[in-house]
């Protein structure tokens, strides 16, 4: 029962590869900076950032959002 997104850029990516790809890409305090969430900002970690990231959907939106802006550059 897999439904194709053609159109999703978003489709079978994990938020744990765009985290990852993110904090790679800009470091911690940039990411921090882009994104004013405290998950990025006090002790940051993958897993805790996951985590909080899991439960807040305005959050998420926000960093789907910066994942889709950078990997377009």
Do not use: D
């Amino acid at each position: 029962m897999s439904e194709q997104q053609p159109n999703n850029p978003l489709h079978g990516v994990k938020l744990a590869e765009i985290v990852q790809y993110l904090v790679s890409e800009y470091g911690w305090e940039e990411l921090g900076s882009r994104i004013k969430i405290n998950c990025f900002n006090s002790n940051p970690t993958i897993k805790s950032s996951l985590k909080f990231l899991r439960k807040t959907p305005w959050a998420r939106t926000k960093v789907e959002n910066l994942y889709l802006r950078t990997i377009k550059e």
